[in-house]
């Protein structure tokens, strides 16, 4: 295996100096995300997972009712290991963020065995490796170090692919990825696009086969949810999971950018689609990939929706690539060697336009070293007092209030991105503001809807912002 690749280097100067360009570059992406991860910064919405968590854990129930101003749209699974975090270690904020990582370094790890298993060739699997890791840290960065249960769901859905690669058309290996897609579900919600690629490759093989499986999917997927109705209650259904989404053209003009993200493997993909329809474990490949462009098609349009429905579509691609340059490196003819290398040439030039406008913001230099350490020493002062305040509180965002030991279930961000359908009831929460029944407000926002609001009966305790937050508090007696 490391001499096939060693040969592959030696034999193709080009390619392998274009490999180690992607390398580069990725690990350079990745350098103040990685120093970011233990410090006490604003990543996301990290707090909403933490609160809910935290809450589950205390014994309040894991899923909010209709009434309440937040929403918990994630399965059961996508919780358990932050509530594992928050008991064993206090802080699942943090521990989720070196998760996301350990989960990175997995799907890489999976990719790469998938095609081993698919091609037999190192180089290919190498490449997949290398690409994926570029792709992502590059264009993907937005869950790399962040606690969030998107890239465990990847990484759970992947093992299924992996079974299959080494038996694609065994009924075990099937019944095996099955699970591990429907898990992974449960972990993500929007996985859906390698359940639908499963799904084509099973109709394609076998339309039998396709029939059994489908069958038996839904009974799975039928009991799970009774299973947790009868778990956690009627609220876990309609006023969380199934939860409408507002959908725009707008919202959905704008996601069809993130198509340029992995415009290379996606084109060359298109190009030798008959490389991947060859074998058993192409038609695999070629059907995850369809099925998570139908995925991408769906979420596209709904609103709240960002660059991780691009995720699955990027990781088959990525595959595919794995399995076009082993059906490249079979033939014997000249310009294979050459339709390899117009790649690589083309995704080296699409990361390096993409990365040389961002240099400034990602490159670790002192002063952006430097930005982090101040913004978690401004992050622990709002953490200082919020601890200090007794009482109920709410932030925007949530995690000041995670931190400080305050688990209100109050989603402020709701008010601004109104994209659940239909929308919880702000009534209640202005109620409670208008008669100053938070000891503390965290907005850190300037145009945040409900400052005003806020303004007429809370102050703040300090004359300043910090890290572009404010801490109000509810003003005296007398200014009533």
């Known amino acids: 295996m490391v001499t096939s690749l060693q040969s592959y280097m030696r034999s193709r100067p080009l390619n392998s100096f274009s490999l180690l ?26 707090g909403w997972l933490a609160v809910l968590a935290a809450n589950w854990r205390l014994g309040y129930g894991l899923y909010p009712g209709a009434q309440e101003f937040i929403v918990g749209n994630y ?7 932050y509530v594992i975090f928050d008991y064993l270690l206090g802080d699942s904020i943090i521990a989720g963020r070196w998760l996301s990582w350990l989960m990175f370094g997995a799907i890489i790890i999976l990719c790469y065995q998938i095609i081993f298993n698919l091609t037999r060739s190192a180089t290919s699997a190498v490449v997949t490796a290398i690409l994926l890791f570029a792709t992502f840290a590059v264009w993907y960065g937005g869950n790399l170090g962040v606690a969030d249960p998107q890239l465990t769901g990847h990484a759970v859905q992947l093992i299924g692919p992996l079974f299959l690669a080494r038996r694609p058309r065994d009924y075990q290996s099937i019944a095996i990825s099955t699970c591990f897609l429907i898990i992974g579900g449960l972990v993500k919600p929007n996985l859906f696009g390698f359940p639908i690629g499963l799904a084509l490759y099973l109709l394609w093989i076998s339309r039998r086969l396709f029939f059994i499986w489908a069958a038996s999917s839904i009974t799975a997927i039928a009991m799970i949810t009774i299973a947790m109705v009868l778990w956690f209650g009627s609220d876990v259904l309609w006023p969380n999971l199934l939860l409408g989404r507002t959908y725009s053209l ?11 993200t992995i415009a290379v493997p996606l084109t060359f993909c298109g190009l030798f689609y008959r490389s991947l329809a060859s074998t058993d474990g192409g038609r695999l490949i070629l059907c995850l990939l369809c099925g998570s462009l139908v995925e991408f098609m769906i979420a596209a349009p709904a609103a709240g929706t960002a660059f991780n429905i691009g995720y699955d579509l990027a990781l088959a691609a990525c595959l595919g690539i794995g399995i076009i340059l082993k059906s490249m490196e079979s033939r014997l003819a000249g310009p294979s060697l050459n339709v390899a290398t ?12 993409s990365v040389i406008p961002q240099v400034s913001e990602r490159v670790p230099s002192q002063e952006n070293l ?3 350490r101040s913004s978690n020493r401004q992050a622990e002062t709002i953490i200082v007092m919020l601890a200090e305040v007794k009482g109920k509180a709410v932030c925007f965002p949530m995690a000041y209030c995670y931190w400080a030991g305050h688990y209100d279930r109050i989603d402020l961000s709701l008010q601004p991105m109104r994209f659940f359908r239909p929308p919880r009831d702000l009534a209640p929460t202005l109620q409670e503001i208008e008669q100053r029944q938070f000891a503390a407000i965290v907005i850190g926002s300037t145009d945040h809807p409900l400052l005003r609001v806020v303004e007429q009966y809370y102050q703040p305790n300090l004359p300043i912002t910090v890290q572009g937050s404010i801490i109000w508090v509810p003003k005296p007696a007398e200014d009533r």
Request: proline share 8%; aromatic share 10%.
């Open 21 to 46: 360009i992607l390398s580069l570059i990725g690990g350079f992406c990745v350098i103040l995300p990685i120093y970011e991860t233990p410090l006490r910064t604003i990543r996301g919405n990290e």
């Open 75 to 81: 399965p059961p699974l996508s919780y358990l290991p």
């Open 250 to 260: 707008q919202v959905f003009l704008s996601n069809l950018k993130l198509i340029l």
């Open 342 to 353: 117009v790649f690589f040439v083309c995704e080296v030039v699409r990361v390096v336009v």
């Open 370 to 372: 430097a930005k982090l």
